[in-house]
């Protein structure tokens, strides 16, 4: 499903990369192809290269074309979850015997990864500040670190992380960067043009936009920075079909159909986010807004240059310690208590017991009285009035 119209902005590629209408109906949009085999004309006779679809299928196809060209990268690959996708970078690019360096504050999953699975294959780790290049650097073993493994902003704590400064002390030691942009999403964030050799996504959050999917992502780019990785896209289309952790038919649809409108729904998710900040910073019940749009958060100079805007995501402590912090993250009406972000509807929840619970007791603890906010794309003023109803009975 190769395109040759020119797709230069980032909804037109949204809507259209890899996403001709139909070869056999004219169908506009993608269709589910729902199947796991394919008729072959004589054995070996392939239509279009779909033998199976855990090795290929027209639905995923082009979900990994749309994904590719919202990155600029070479080559995407859609997973069954982020992790999935995680999972296959690690194993497709590292062996036994080589080196990490992970940051100081990312999702939890990603750590308890690295910590418990990675680390049992024989593949060790670093934690490093992601907001100090030179610690980055410091943390990097030449010849033995193969990946920096970055977020930004990271979850939960919205720290900034120099893209290209990371990259450039990456490559100088022969290690690739690689960049989750979940949080600042396609549309926000540009990893590869900033010198990041792969992105990974759990499509699950903005990209999906509708909390209905289970999904990941991974896009290589062109060039890659660092020597003995120049077959990165054969390894992991390797791996991806040797693991299977892929996305099925209908979960690529889904995104797929999500990305059309992630341009939109982003720019709403940030006005919306802007105005619950602002709202924020003054409430006696809040210690501390955690948001890179505010000119006093430390990463605030860099976001402005690597991102369009600065996100749907926002994070709190909140007075009265985790007792307040869990009390308003059961107190409100209209934000729904629950883990995961960047559907439409506005979520609250409390890292320390919910999405961060695995790193309780490692250096990327969070503080017991963080309340995370992923502000969707309702009213704000009726977010607002929810939020300091809770933050005023129980903050
Ligand atoms: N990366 C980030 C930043 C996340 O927040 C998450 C999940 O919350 C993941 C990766 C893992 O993605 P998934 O839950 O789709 O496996």
Redesign the pocket.
């Known amino acids: 499903m190769t395109s040759s119209r020119r797709l230069n902005g980032f909804a037109t590629r949204a809507i259209h990369a890899g996403q001709e209408a139909d070869p056999a109906t004219g169908s506009v949009v993608v269709p589910i192809y729902q199947t796991s085999t394919y008729k072959q004309d004589g054995v070996g006779g392939l239509r279009g290269g779909y033998e199976y679809s855990r090795s290929a299928n027209p639905t995923r196809t082009a979900l990994e074309e749309c994904f590719a060209a919202l990155e600029g990268g070479e080559r995407g690959f859609v997973f069954a ?3 999935a996708g995680q999972d296959t970078v690690v194993r497709a690019l590292l062996n036994h015997g080589d080196h990490v360096v992970v940051p100081n504050d990312a ?1 939890g ?2 750590y308890r990864y690295f910590n418990r699975v990675a680390r049992a294959g024989g593949i060790d780790h670093s934690i490093a500040s992601i907001h100090d290049v030179d610690d980055v650097r410091a943390a990097i073993r030449p010849g033995v670190t193969k990946l920096v493994w970055v ?1 930004s902003p990271t ?1 939960p704590l919205l720290g900034i992380a120099d893209i290209a400064g990371i990259a450039e002390a990456a490559h100088a030691e022969g290690a690739l960067l690689v960049v ?1 942009n ?2 600042a999403t396609s549309y926000l964030q540009s990893p590869i043009a900033l010198g990041a050799d792969i992105v990974t996504h ?1 499509t ?2 903005y990209a999906g936009g509708h909390s209905d999917v ?3 992502a991974v896009v290589i780019a062109k060039e890659l920075g660092a020597k003995g990785f120049s077959d990165a896209s054969e390894r992991i289309e390797f791996h991806q079909n040797a693991i299977g952790g892929v996305a099925g038919p209908f979960d690529s649809w889904l995104v797929l159909r999500g990305l059309k409108t992630l341009a939109i729904r982003m720019e709403q998710h940030c006005n919306n986010a802007e105005r619950v900040v602002e709202h924020l910073v003054s409430h006696p019940a809040v210690e501390r807004v955690y948001y890179p749009g505010l000119p006093e958060h430390p990463g605030h100079m860099l976001a402005a240059k690597q991102m369009r805007r600065f996100g749907g995501m926002v994070s709190v402590t909140v007075k009265g310690g985790e007792r307040a912090a869990v009390a308003v993250c059961g107190a409100t009406q209209i934000w729904t208590l629950g883990e ?1 972000l960047g559907g439409v509807e506005s979520l609250i929840e409390h890292p320390a017991r919910m ?1 961060h619970a695995s790193v309780s007791g490692t250096p990327l603890e969070v503080p017991r009285n963080l309340v995370r906010l992923s502000v969707g794309i309702e009213d704000a003023d009726d977010l607002i009035d929810d939020l300091d109803a809770a933050l005023s009975a129980h903050g």
Do not use: A
Request: no cysteine; glycine share 22%.
């Open positions: 979850s982020g992790l999702y999953g990603t977020e979850n989750d979940t949080f759990s699950t959050k289970i999904g990941g995961s999405t």
